[in-house]
């Protein structure tokens, strides 16, 4: 791992929009690179923060989500990635719309988480202070690239 990469921490926020995709798929896939996976394992990482997104950054995003926040950390010998869907706020109180069903609802090919946990050691969803969140974890390289 590159000597910088020990207590990295990296905070984006992006608004719920298409534009926002390859932007995030950029600095996703540049963030695993750096903290010494190789390409293709760079590409999955990346992959996997896009499927994450749940449909968030698509032409027609699911209604009352504004914006994404993705945090992402290299500890010690682990990496971890979270992404918290932010909804709209009307007299005080969000709008509930569940990010966690769209992950985990099952469809043709499977769920979304499924194909998460190839990829990650770790996918958690829940929702913490009223915001819904998916953490990913992962440990990183031992032989970094």
């Known amino acids: ?13 992006v608004p719920c929009d298409e534009r926002f995709s390859e932007l995030l798929n950029a600095v996703s896939r540049k963030m695993a690179a750096y903290v010494g996976y190789a390409d293709a394992d ?13 449909g968030l950054l698509s032409r027609n995003p699911p209604g009352g989500y504004t914006s994404l926040d993705l945090t992402f950390a290299a500890r ?4 971890e990635i979270l992404l918290r869907y932010r909804t709209r706020h009307r007299s005080g109180q969000s709008v509930r719309s569940d990010i966690r069903r769209r992950l985990c609802g099952t469809g043709e090919g499977g769920a979304p988480v499924d194909a998460m946990r190839r990829v990650m050691a770790g996918v958690e969803c829940g929702c913490e202070d ?14 970094p690239v």
């Open 1 to 13: 791992m590159p000597r910088a990469a020990s207590g990295l921490h990296l905070e984006l926020t």
């Open 76 to 79: 010690g010998r682990d990496m």
């Open 130 to 143: 009223g915001v819904e969140f998916c953490r990913l974890t992962k440990r990183l390289p031992d032989d």
């Open 42 to 54: 760079a590409e999955a990482v990346a992959a996997t923060v896009m499927q994450a997104t749940g």
